[in-house]
């Protein structure tokens, strides 16, 4: 079931990010820590 899977590193890294809030290039560097993270 759902419940039993764990969540992505990625996952969690996405639901805590405000991509309002971040520069061009911070949502650069946010892109290739996730591509890391997968």
């Known amino acids: ?3 039993n899977e ?3 590193p990625a ?3 996405l639901e805590s990010l405000d991509p309002d809030s ?3 290039r911070q949502a650069l ?3 290739y820590r996730l591509k ?3």
């Open 29 to 31: 560097e946010w892109i």
């Open 6 to 8: 764990e969540v992505s």
């Open 11 to 13: 996952v969690e890294a």
């Open 22 to 24: 971040l520069s061009p």
């Open 36 to 38: 890391n993270m997968v």
């Open 1 to 3: 079931t759902l419940l």
